[in-house]
């Protein structure tokens, strides 16, 4: 027996261990001191209240004999799907529904997707960026290529004709840099992948923070997508499901290679290997999609967007350049005075007693950069806001 030793290739991720031990320390040391924590990368407000009564009376269907439900189609409910479809064609992008797959998360099938594509095929990452694309690669043993985000192209990497690159990951709007891909931009990737018969893994996790015109949510609203893409989106961070466990991929019909249907190996290998997510979960999902479920999940963004538009002030205010904020959650900001990374993020706990992510933890790009997120109360928010200022202001 052997192992797959593609797994001993991985670096060990010390990013939010070594964050933990250092804000531990300083508090031991300094009971009396307030610390906030403006580098979470969860959601903090509760479910809608629609998603909540949706998911109840579910349960209480699956206590009685009459309406119990075993096990459910590996690709997700109809009912799920026609409302994830119904969502797109609001926003002008025509899907079927069985191009639609339900899912556990985002995460899961970002990386479960890999299991349909060659090891030979060169993979092309934007760096710094969410470190699933590059591990689940890495212990695949693919060959990792990566696109530099950096100050000069506004931390959104466009395609180099020069590099041959098999599949893709873009990431938008993205974590950590918050940049978003405008549909002009998104069009020059999609031709790109046509024209070399690549393919675009699309992660849309963060699609509802988008507020700008001109701005994609779906890399479907760029012509010619159908034959090179596949979305990820989750409903984690737009309606505060990372506890409960929801997403959906869409794969479409027109995604072809050598004739082989890139939606029929999906469907394959999730009726093979996958479930399905719990009826439950499904149900409360589609509440979501109800008038009343997306004014409620409005108002909890409304609050992470007031956030951002704290942090961001703070920002404008000092001239310190930074990314993300209008479309993001996350603040990607310069450190100040050439200071890396982590020698930013031990300024700013032990002068201000806050807590931020570095940005080297996100890739080789990332460093001199720091990561807020808006996911912390509008208290919290405002008063890291106001110590930053004070600190750096000085
Ligand atoms: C949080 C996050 C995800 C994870 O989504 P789940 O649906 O909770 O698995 C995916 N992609 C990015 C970029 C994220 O930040």
């Known amino acids: 027996m052997k192992f797959n030793e593609n797994y001993l290739k991985l670096k060990e991720s010390y990013l939010f261990s070594d964050i933990a031990r250092r804000v531990n320390a300083f508090a031991a040391a300094h009971p009396d001191k307030k610390v906030l924590r403006m580098g979470i990368g969860d959601v903090t407000l509760p479910l809608a209240p629609a998603v909540v009564e949706a998911m109840q009376k579910a349960v209480a269907e699956m206590g009685d004999k009459a ?34 797959f339900v899912s556990d998360g985002a995460k899961s099938d970002v990386g479960n997707i890999l299991d349909l594509f060659d090891v030979s095929n060169a993979v092309l990452i934007p760096d710094p960026v969410y470190p699933v694309y590059v591990d689940t690669n890495v212990m695949a043993g693919r060959r990792v290529l990566f696109a530099d985000a950096t100050r000069e192209n506004g931390f959104l990497p466009m395609p180099d004709e020069k590099v041959e690159a098999d599949i893709i990951y873009l990431c938008s709007p993205n974590n950590p840099t918050g940049a978003a891909y405008s549909v002009e931009q998104l069009r020059r990737w999609v031709e790109y992948a046509n024209a070399r018969g690549a393919v675009i893994l699309y992660d849309a996790a963060y699609e509802r923070f988008v507020a700008e015109q001109g701005l994609a949510r779906s890399i479907f609203e760029v012509e010619g997508a159908k034959t090179c893409a596949i979305e990820f989106c989750s409903l984690s961070k737009t309606a505060g499901f990372t506890g409960t466990r929801c997403g959906y991929t869409v794969v479409p019909h027109a995604l072809k290679r050598g004739g082989i249907s890139c939606n029929k190996l999906w469907l394959r290998r999730q009726t093979t290997k996958f479930n399905g997510v719990a009826y439950i979960v499904q149900r409360g999902a589609e509440a979501v999609f109800t008038p009343a479920g997306q004014a409620q999940i409005e108002a909890n963004l409304a609050v992470y967007r007031r ?18 904020g209008k479309n993001s959650p996350y603040i990607w900001m310069q450190c100040p005075g050439g200071m890396d990374s982590w020698k930013f993020f031990d300024y700013l706990l032990e002068e201000a007693n806050v807590v931020g992510t570095p940005g080297s933890g996100f890739g080789k790009n990332g460093e001199g950069f720091f990561r807020l997120t808006a996911f912390a109360s509008e208290e919290a928010t405002e008063e890291a806001a106001g110590r930053i200022r004070k600190l750096l202001g000085r």
């Open 307 to 324: 956030n951002a538009q704290r942090l961001s002030a703070c920002l404008d205010d000092l001239g310190i350049f930074y990314t993300g």
């Open 67 to 100: 309406t119990f439900r075993g096990y459910g189609p590996e690709q997700g409910y109809d009912f799920l799907r026609e409302a994830v479809r119904a969502d797109y064609a609001r926003r002008g992008v025509t899907l079927a529904a069985d191009e639609i």
